[in-house]
Every structure is written in C-alpha cells, then in structure tokens.
C-alpha cells in the first residue's frame, strides 16, 4: 500500500472509531467483535477510543519486516545487555516493581491475553472469550494440553491461584489492578468466569495482558510451593517460549527455548543471554565489540544514541515512549519539609519548604534539559499523563502549570523561604543511576545557574536506589516509569497516596506518607479509573494532574522516547516491535 492510501485509510479507521456514544461506547460493536479468539481490530480501535488512548500513530502499522529477515534463521544464542542495572532482583510478576524486569518475565510467563504490534488484544493462554450483553461477564475458555516449565499440566486452577494470589496485597503489590473484577469461578478445568463490578473498557489490554499488567500472569503454584518464594524471583516457572536455566543475584539471566511451548513454531532462538550492563562506556563498549547483540533494560542513554545511528554495524529504530521522568522532592528534608499537602495552594505557598518545592520545579529549564541531557530525545514533561495516551494529554500545563520555567520567580521563592541567591541552602543530593549520571549533572548545573544552590549528582546501582527511594531515604531523586499506555499508569501507580511506589518500604512511624499525599487527587484518580465515559474520564484525568503539577508532586522533567537498538545480525519482525517490551520469541538471527 502507498503511503497516502496508507494514511487515508489510517483516518477513515480513526473517524470510525471515534464515532461512538460517549454513554455506550460498545453499541454498534457486535458480540463477534468482541469475543475471542482475537478482538476484531474495529472493537481494538473503538475501545481504545473509548478509554481516550487512541493516536494517530498508533494505529498506522509498525515497522514492515526488512529485506534482512529473509536472512534470518532458527537457532542461535542471542547476547543482551539489560541497560543501566547491576543486578536482576526479581522476575516474580507479584514483586516486579521496575519495566526492566517485566521486560524479562513477559519471555517467561504467559498471561490470558497479550497485544500485538497493532495494540490489539490476542489470546495468550485464553484460547477464546465470550462477553456478555452488559460487558460484565467475561467467560474465558482456556488452552488445553499447555504445561509449566516443570511439567505440570495448566488448568482453570492455576487461573484462580494466580488471581487469589494477584488480589492479595500482602502478596502482590498489583492488587490494584484487579479491583474491579467482583468474582472468579472456575466453570471447568479449562473454562473460568470473571465478573466485573462495573463495565472496563481495558480489562482485556490491561487486567489479563501477560506484561505490562502483571496481575493476571500465570505463576506456577506448584513451583512456588516448592522453590519458596525467594528462589521463584530468580528462576520463575511459567508456561511461556522460554524457560531460564540460570540467574544468580548480579549475574546474568539466561533462558532457553521451551520445547513444550503451545506454538510449535515459537521461539526461534535457542538461547537468550541477558547481562546486566551499568554504566554508559561499558555498554557502548559491549555493543560496538560485538560481545552483545541488543539492549534491552532501561532506556538507551541518549549521549549513545547519534554514535550508534553512525554505526553502520547497527540497527538504531526510535519510537514514541510512554512514560515521565521527574526530579523526586524528598517532603521531609528540614528545607523542604510539607508535612500536610491537603490545603489550598495560597496557604501552601506561604511556607517555606514548599516555597523551595515550587522554587526547584519552576527552575527547571526543560528545553535546555532535552537538548543538553537528552540530545533532543524527549518532550518537556509537566504531569505523568505522557502524549502516548491520546486525549488525555493536557499539552496547556505547559504554560498554565505552576511548575512552567520561570526563572526570576523561582529565585523570589527562594529568597522569600530565607535563601537569597542560594545563600544559606544545604547541598543537596541528586540520585541517578550511572548511566543518568551525565543527566544529573545538567539538571545539578541548572540548578546552580538559576537558583545559586548546590547539589551533587550521587550515582547508585539501580536496585540500591529503588531501595534507598522506597524507604525515602534521598533528597533529590531523578527517575521515572515507563510502559504507561492508560493514565492508570501514571496516577494510580504513582499519583497516589496508597500507590505501589509511593514510599511502601518507609518508616510508617516517622512518615505518614512517602513522596506525596493529597486527598482531593487521591478522589479524583479513584474516579476516574472507575468512569467509562471517555469525556467525563478525560476531564478527571486533567483535574488530577494538574493537583499533581500545581502542589508539586515532584519536579516533571521529560516523557522520553523508545530506542530500540541491536546488532544488523539481529532481526525484529514488526509484531514483537513494542515501545516498552522486548518479545524474543519471533526474533531471529543471520
């Protein structure tokens, strides 16, 4: 297809998915729309429509398979590199906290349902669904004749395991994403039924998806009861096209081809190697070697991204990335201490620790960031809601947020908090991993033009600064999520005062709260999340945000973009070219 018939049959997709009733958004789609064993790429559309997640971009096709496949061949080992980690802490979709990991498990596990390239929903481990009427009851006819790593046989019991496992939040810091489902019951040994409390839109894409909604992914009961817990985060067992073999705490992670996986044809490796890489040189050095096929991990550090595009030894592929990055404010540091974010926003800018919150947010020159730090790959970030989500992305707060570059009024704020010109303020800490060093140091340099201050870049291992960040042991911290596709993502997850990475690990005792706490976002994100009204949702989703921006939940700083980079002997079909995961099993080498 030509690029202009490619783009007005784009557009006439976009017009007919948005032409829907705001109060039914599923009249006019038909059950066979609905029901497995795949979502008919109309209802995908519409849903995603609906949910107010649905751009131009991601409905035009991903990349097209090379020239280059046609070389490509079963077998082999691919050699990866996990970026900026020293060590894989877990792969227990109960546990996992960071994208890197997930990345990793979503090889290894399988879920009810996954998305394709397309964003559209394909059963996993569901081998069809059926929905009904009201779009309560969800009925899910499951594989038969799939087997767990170890052997043992799948059935609806593993479905009811893992999800009375998932809704435990002693057990799974996921819970959340489940609420909605009022009950489970097994039919049959290959048939369950949820019930939802309420009509969700995403409860295919998200609560049941192998990956990014973790939730729902198989884990192995049998396994874990004999295993324990702690040796299940290193080596999971799970049903899905590769099985690991080995992983030690700071060693590498190694998978191999599952010979029993339910698709004959899938993986076509033999071997996936994943080596944990910290540090920028040391991961440039690994690649142009030819030691590592591929990164995966946490973003490609920018500094690297136009000296591998240069490499004609190297693949560099760039797409839009869903996910915020954000200088961290510690509240209960002495200068910037809030202990209560519940007042109305005059009353909190008469004190002094967040006359120095708000005078570190609107320091930040985000322009001169994305150029400087991230050599032009990345959008001014102003809330969590990245662009990726569609409608929801409130592009005004740019301008209206209390958080927009305003030199001179940070300096007022920080004069009025009784440090004029810097003078008198502590040095502060800035955390970053090893490879953000070089960010940190430009935000540090920012920091010391405009508001005369001080602050050292601290680089930790990632896992030592999850757990520092997680226990609110920092000043400063710089780092962010990722695979966010629904504003669940970015509020749920983050936003809140119950959310998963809000200080879990803290001292209860000496902190009421983590990193933040408002009452009036927490209503807010907590209605949104149970609206089915895309309108009505967007508008909650904007309130909350903004709350988020104008009391300073943190500095925002940047929405990065998905760089995919590996070997030329590597090829990527376009069905596993997912901004945010790394599918391995139609990967193959030439």
């Given amino acids: 297809m030509k690029d202009d018939d490619l783009i007005k049959a784009t557009k006439a997709e976009m017009r007919d998915a948005h032409d829907f009733d705001p109060r039914d958004p599923l009249f006019g789609l038909s059950r066979a729309d609905m029901s497995g064993p795949k979502l008919s790429r109309r209802a995908t559309l519409r849903l995603l429509a609906a949910a ?50 997930f990345q990793i498990a979503s090889n290894v596990m399988s879920g009810l ?33 799939v087997t767990f790593h170890n052997g043992d046989a ?33 039919l049959n040994d290959f048939e369950v039924q949820f019930t939802l409390a309420k009509p969700q839109a995403s409860f295919l894409t998200k609560a049941l998806e192998r990956a990014s909604g973790r939730a729902m992914t198989i884990v192995s009961r049998g396994a874990i009861e004999e295993m324990g817990l702690s040796q299940y985060g290193l080596t999971p067992v799970g049903t899905g096209p590769f099985r690991i073999t080995e992983h030690q705490l700071g060693g590498s992670v190694v998978m191999e081809k599952f010979a029993n996986y339910f698709d004959p ?29 591929y990164i995966g991990g946490n973003p490609v550090p920018s500094e690297l991204l136009d000296r591998f595009k240069a490499n004609a030894d190297l693949t560099v592929d760039i797409k839009p990335g869903p996910g915020f990055q954000s200088i961290w404010i510690n509240p209960w540091h002495e200068a ?39 050599f032009g790959n990345g959008i001014p970030a102003y809330g969590s809601i990245n662009a990726a989500m569609g409608f929801y992305y409130d592009e ?15 300096q007022q704020l920080l004069a009025d908090a ?44 990632f896992s030592v600064g999850i757990e520092q960040f997680n226990k609110m042991d920092f000043d400063l911290r710089l780092g962010g999520s990722g695979g966010d596709y629904d504003p669940d993502d970015g509020l749920v997850d983050w936003m809140q005062t119950s959310s998963k990475f809000n200080g ?60 995919l980079v590996h070997s030329n002997r590597v090829t990527v079909p376009s069905e596993s070219r997912i901004p945010g995961l790394h599918d391995f099993d139609r990967v193959t080498l030439s």
């Fill in 52 to 101: 107010g997640g649905l751009t131009m971009a991601q409905v035009l096709p991903g990349l097209r398979p090379t020239a280059a496949m046609a070389d490509g061949h079963g077998g082999g080992e691919l050699r990866c590199a996990w970026a900026g980690v020293a060590e894989i802490v877990t792969l227990d979709p109960a546990r996992i906290n960071q994208v890197l990991q």
């Fill in 113 to 145: 349902m996954h998305i394709n390239n397309e964003l559209v929903a394909e059963g996993d481990l569901a081998e069809n669904w059926d929905i009904s009427e009201d779009g309560l009851i969800y009925t899910v006819k499951l594989r038969e004749g």
């Fill in 154 to 186: 799948f059935n609806a019991d593993d479905v009811l395991y893992t999800f009375e496992r998932s809704s435990d939040p002693e057990k799974s810091i996921h819970s959340r994403v489940i609420a909605n489902v009022a009950s489970l019951e097994k």
């Fill in 265 to 293: 044809e899938r993986p076509k490796l033999d071997r996936v190697t994943i080596i944990p890489v910290d540090g920028t040189e040391p991961l440039a050095a690994a690649l142009e070697a030819g030691d590592i096929d």
């Fill in 336 to 374: 910037m201490r809030v202990e209560d974010f519940n007042k109305p926003l005059e009353e909190l800018k008469a004190e002094n620790g967040f006359k120095v919150r708000l005078a570190l947010a609107k320091a930040l020159d985000r322009d001169l960031f994305v150029q400087q730090a991230m």
């Fill in 396 to 410: 005004s707060l740019a301008d209206t947020s209390e958080q927009a570059f305003d030199p001179e009024g940070a």
């Fill in 418 to 461: 009784g440090y004029p010109g810097g003078e008198g303020f502590p040095t502060l800490k800035l955390q970053t991993t090893p490879n953000t060093r070089r960010a940190g140091l430009v935000v540090a340099n920012i920091y010391k033009q405009v508001l005369g201050i001080n602050v050292e870049v601290d680089p930790q291992e």
């Fill in 504 to 563: 879990p690990d803290r001292d209860k005792d000496q902190y009421s709260f983590g990193f933040w706490s408002e009452a009036e976002s927490d209503a807010l994100v907590d209605e949104q999340a149970a609206t089915a009204d895309p309108e009505a949702r967007r508008d909650l989703v904007m309130r909350a945000n903004r709350i988020t921006s104008d009391k300073v939940c943190c500095g925002f700083l940047f929405h990065p973009v998905d760089a």
